[in-house]
């Protein structure tokens, strides 16, 4: 049983697209030259039994879903993925968890510091990114809620609920780069682009928390830098309170 495509998704955003230990940059392409990203199990993934040596941190009483679920996964770089699993007595369950737990927050923090200072020469970046991979497979309706009862609604914690109100400004920026810089049909092209992203991701069951982040992981186009992840979130945010995305 593998780890399911959502919980990756969520994963990968939640981590920046960077190794909990050492914050190197990580990609899932081949041909990239940055270090492929592993998601590695907090506790071990094999029991030991047959030919196969029992992974590190294994626990019996674990089920396969929570197993294999995002809440046991960390995204390391193959380098600190094999120290790890060398070296139980360092890194145990707890501290894991911690590792993981500090760098998610240290990414969202990142994210929202930067929210403030995108420039139109990111947005231009992130925007471009979202028409060039449009996607018209989805067609279903939404049902659009005001955005004043969405946080609640869709039920987003309160980490999220800081990235949407650090988004907020910085979606202003959004509306005046489109107002300026393009015209109606490019416009319609990026809602479009953008709400036929969630609407793809609403279909793989995705919901909440974990809709916003792999949405966000989108809008930025898989980004490590902080500055283009803040674009994204700005941008998100725009939709959000246009009630372009999100729903009752």
């Known amino acids: 049983m593998a780890m399911a495509q ?3 998704k969520v994963l990968w955003a939640r981590s920046g697209n960077r190794c909990a230990v050492c914050f190197i940059a990580l990609t899932q392409d081949l041909t990239k030259a940055t270090p492929i990203g592993e998601q590695a199990h907090i506790k071990g993934e094999h029991s030991g039994q047959g030919s196969i040596k029992q992974s590190a941190r294994y626990d019996e009483n674990q089920s396969n879903s929570e197993r294999n679920s995002y809440a046991n996964y960390i995204l390391l770089c193959p ?3 094999t120290t790890i699993d060398k070296d139980e007595i360092t890194y145990t ?3 894991l968890l911690s590792i993981k ?7 969202s923090e990142a994210i929202k510091s930067c929210a403030l200072n995108v420039t139109f020469y990111e947005l231009e970046h992130t925007l471009r990114h979202l028409i060039n991979n449009l996607d018209t497979s989805a067609t279903n309706d939404l049902t659009l809620i005001p955005p004043r009862d969405k946080i609640a609604k869709n039920n987003l914690g309160n980490g999220v609920e800081g990235l949407i109100r650090a988004g907020l400004i910085g979606a202003r920026q959004v509306e005046d780069f489109l107002n300026q810089n393009a015209d109606m049909d490019y416009s319609e092209k990026l809602r479009k682009a953008f709400v036929d992203s969630y609407k793809r991701l609403r279909e793989e069951d995705l919901s ?3 809709l916003f982040f792999a949405l966000l992981n989108v809008a930025s186009n898989n980004s490590s830098d902080s500055q283009y992840m803040a674009a994204g ?3 998100l945010v725009y939709y959000f309170q246009l009630c372009e995305v999100f729903e009752k």
């Open 6 to 8: 959502p919980d990756m």
């Open 79 to 81: 380098t600190c993925h």
């Open 93 to 95: 369950v707890d501290r």
């Open 101 to 107: 737990n500090l760098h998610e927050r240290k990414i």
């Open 208 to 210: 909440g928390d974990r």
């Open 233 to 235: 979130l700005n941008v």
